[in-house]
C-alpha cells in the first residue's frame, strides 16, 4: 500500500509540471537599512541541480554559488548569528534563555511568552548546527511545561506558556507538532537516540501517533490533519479552527519524510504530501504568488479583513516551496511559484517591498520586515538565478535583528542563513522501519586542506613553463601549482622562481621513487626524506605530495609491499619532523588496468589524506575507492590533443567534475604540449568563463584560509 502511495507522490510531480500561532499579536519592524547594490544580472539558470537532495545527500549553497563567499565567510556569519540570537546580551539580543542546569526556553520578546513555534524553530536550529546540550534543554522545557499529560489536548503541546512554565493556552498550534516531530527524527539521526524523553525517535512517533488519533477526547480536541482532505489544521480543536488551515503549515518535504520514517500510517503523510503539493497552487494569487495567512481547505482565502491577506505567518510559504524543491524536487510548478512570487517583490523594490500586502499586491503597512527578506531568499532555491540572486544578496546583507521584535524575524532570518547555505539538512533516523530501506544521504568528505563539498582547488602543472604559459594565456594565478621531483630532488630548481611568483598559491609535488624505493622502505633514505621535507618546508603555503606517483605502472617495476613501506616510513618522517603543511597524494597510474588490485598499494586511511584520480576510462574506480575511504579526490587530466571543439573533452570533463563534487575537491590541469590551453583561442575563451565560477578556487590572500591552512 505505502509503494502505491509514493507512485502516487511521483505522478503528482509530473502534473505539477504543467508563523504567528493562534492569536499572535502584529508584529511592528523598523524599516530595515538599505542593502547593497545589486550586482549585474546572471543567465537565467535554474539554482540547484535536478537531483533532490534527499537522493544525492548534496545541498546547494547560494551564498557560495551566487555571491561567491568562501567557506569561512559564511561559516563565521551562522557563527555570529547563533551567538547573538542564543547567547547575545539578554535585554537586546537573545531569545534562548537557559533555565537552572538542564532546560531552556526561546522567548518572543514582544509579546513576552514561550511558543511551541519558537521552541521547535530553536530545536530545529540547534539539530542543524550540532547543539545537542541546547536542543535538549529546550526539549526539556517543552516537555515539563507545554506537553499535556491528562485531559482533551493530552499529547499535544500547549502553543503558549509565560516563561516561567505557566499556560497561557491549552490548545496547541499545528506548527509546533510539526516542526516538534521533524526535529527529534533528525536529532535521532544525528546522535542516535537516548532514554526516556531523550528516546527522539520514540518522541517523534509519540507525536504522531497523537496527532492522527484523537478519538475519545470528549469535546476538545481533533486530529491535526483534517481526515477528509489529509490536510493540516489550523488548530486540532472542534468547532472551526480546525475546518481551516494555515498555508505556511504545509510542509510537505516534512511530511514526505514521516511517510518514510514513521512506524505507523504511512500511507496517511503519504497522501498529506500529496495533498499538500495540490493544495499549495489553489492558495497562492495567480499572479502576485502571494499566500494568505489562512485559508479554507480548497485555498479560498480566510474571509476575514486580516488574515486574508499577505501577513507574518504567509512569509513562511515561500522558503517551504524553495525547501521542498531542494530536498524533493517535486516538479516545474515550485519553480514557476518561486519566480512569480520573487518577481512581484522585485517589481515593489528589492529595498523597499513591505511587509504586507494583499493578495493582488497593493501594500497594506509601511514597514520592512526582515524575517521576509530570509524567507524570499530561500525561496530563491527554486528560482531562476537571475530573479532569485538579488534577494539572496539581501539577505547576506541584512543584520540579524535586535530589540523588541527579534524573536520572529532572527529566528526565520537564523533558519534562512542555515537554508540558503545548504546546512539545512536532513539526518536520517538510525533504522527505519521495518522492511523499508530508504537512500542515507552520504557522509561529507573531508580531508587535510580540502575545500568544502561544492568547491575545487585549480592546479595547473606540470612545470614552470606550462604555468608561466597559463598565467600569460589567462592572466590568472591558479589555486595551486603542480611540479614533479624525485627523491634526489631533480627539478627542485622550478620551485623557487614558481613560489616567488605564485605566492598564494598551493603547491602539488610529485615525488618519483624510481630506483630508490627499495632504500625508503627499508628505512635506509631517510636523509633524503628529510632533506626533501626541509625544502618544501620553506614554502608556507599549503603543500600536496603525490608520494610515489603513478605507483602501478608496470614500467616503474614496483611491488605493492616495497611502496607501502615507503610510504610508511615517508608518513612516519613527516611525522617526526612535524610537517603540518603537508598532505599526502595517494595516486595510481591507471586504477582499473594495474596487474594488482588497487586495494593491495593502499597504505590506509590512518596515513593518506586525498586520493588522486586520472581522468579517463577508470577514473570511476578511482572516485568510488575514494568514496569508500571518504578521501577527497585531485583529478589530474588533460586532452591528448587540443582541438578547438570545446564538446570533444571539455564538456564532458566539467560534467565529469560537477557530477562528482561529493568527492572532487581539486583538479590539476596538465597544460602542456598538445594540451596547451592557448593553442586554441576559443577553448581558451571558454576555459576562462567556466573558470571564473565560483566553485573554482583561485589563488587569493584568502586562499590558504579557506583551505584550513594557518600560516
Known sequence: M???????????????????????????????????????????????????AFETGLYPNLFRDYLGKSDLEIQAKIDAAWHQLFYGDDATER???????????????????????????????????????????????????????????????????????????????????????????????????????????????????TALHAEGRGDLATDLFDPETKQVVFVPQLGRNSQFTDPSYHMPHFYELWARWADKDNDFWAEAVIASRQYLPKAVHPETGLAPNYSEFDGTPYADEYHGHFRYDAFR??????????????????????????????????????AEYLLTGEPQVGHRSPGLIATNAVAALAADRAIGEPFVQRLWA??????????????????????????????TPGAAPEGQVFPTPRPEVKGKFAPPTGRALLLIGPDAESVEAYFTSTVTAPGGVAVNLTVDLQGVENLPALARKYPKSALSVGVDLKGMLKALADGKANDRIDTLLGVLSSYNRPVFIRWGYGFDDPRNEYTPELYVSAWQKFHERLQITGREHIALVWEPAYG????????????????????????????????????????????????????????????????????????????????????????????????????????????????????????
Not at 336 to 348: A, G, K, P, Y
Not at 414 to 419: D, K, R
Not at 606 to 617: E, H, N, T
Request: with cysteine.
Open 95 to 209: 531569545v534562548y534563555y537557559p533555565v537552572g542546569s538542564d532546560m531552556a526556553y526561546i522567548s518572543d520578546i514582544a509579546n513576552e511568552d514561550v511558543r511551541s513555534e519558537g521552541m521547535s524553530y530553536g530545536m530545529m536550529i540547534a539539530v542543524q548546527l550540532n547543539k545537542k546540550e541546547e536542543f535538549d534543554r529546550l526539549w526539556k522545557w517543552a516537555k515539563t511545561y507545554m506537553y499535556q499529560t491528562e485531559g482533551g489536548y493530552k499529547g499535544y503541546f500547549a502553543w503558549h506558556c509565560k516563561t516561567d512554565g505557566t499556560q497561557l493556552a491549552a490548545n496547541p498550534a499545528a506548527d509546533g507538532e510539526v516542526w516538534f516531530v521533524t526535529a527529534l527524527f533528525f536529532a535521532d539521526g544525528r546522535w542516535g537516540s537516548g532514554e526516556g524523553i531523550y528516546n527522539y525517535r520514540a518522541e517523534a512517533q509519540a507525536i504522531l501517533d
Open 317 to 354: 510559504v515561500g522558503a517551504n516551496v524553495g525547501m521542498d524543491y531542494v530536498w524533493f524536487s517535486p516538479g516545474q510548478w515550485h519553480i514557476e511559484q518561486s519566480n512569480r512570487l520573487l518577481r512581484f517583490f522585485t517589481s515593489q523594490g528589492l529595498d523597499d517591498y513591505k
Open 592 to 711: 582499473c588496468e594495474a596487474a594488482e588490485p588497487l586495494a593491495r598499494w593502499y597504505p590506509g586511511d590512518a596515513v593518506v589524506d586525498w586520493i588522486g584520480v586520472s581522468y579517463g576510462a577508470c577514473a570511476d574506480n578511482g572516485l568510488q575507492f575514494a568514496r569508500d575511504h571518504l578521501k577527497p579526490v585531485l583529478i589530474t587530466a588533460a586532452p591528448m590533443q587540443l582541438t578547438a571543439d570545446w564538446n570533444e573533452w571539455f564538456a564532458p570533463f566539467f560534467q565529469f567534475v560537477t557530477a562528482n563534487t561529493d568527492v572532487v575537491r581539486a583538479v590539476t590541469y596538465t597544460n602542456i604540449g598538445a594540451s596547451r590551453l592557448d593553442a586554441q583561442a576559443d577553448i581558451l575563451k571558454l576555459w576562462k568563463a567556466e573558470t571564473k565560477q565560483a566553485f573554482w578556487l583561485q589563488a587569493s590572500p584568502k586562499l590558504f584560509n579557506e583551505l584550513g591552512f594557518t600560516e
Open 2 to 52: 505505502y509503494q502505491r502511495f509514493l507512485c502516487g507522490l511521483l505522478l503528482l510531480s509530473v502534473s505539477l509540471s504543467s508563523c504567528a500561532s493562534p492569536g499572535t499579536p502584529t508584529p511592528i519592524s523598523a524599516p530595515t537599512p538599505e542593502a547593497t547594490a545589486m550586482n549585474t544580472a546572471s543567465p537565467i539558470t535554474p539554482a540547484i541541480p535536478v537531483k533532490p
Open 398 to 427: 541584512e543584520p540579524i535583528p535586535t530589540g523588541q521584535y527579534r524573536y520572529y524575524d532572527g529566528l526565520l532570518m537564523m533558519l534562512g542563513l542555515l537554508q540558503v547555505s545548504g546546512n539545512f539538512q536532513i539526518y
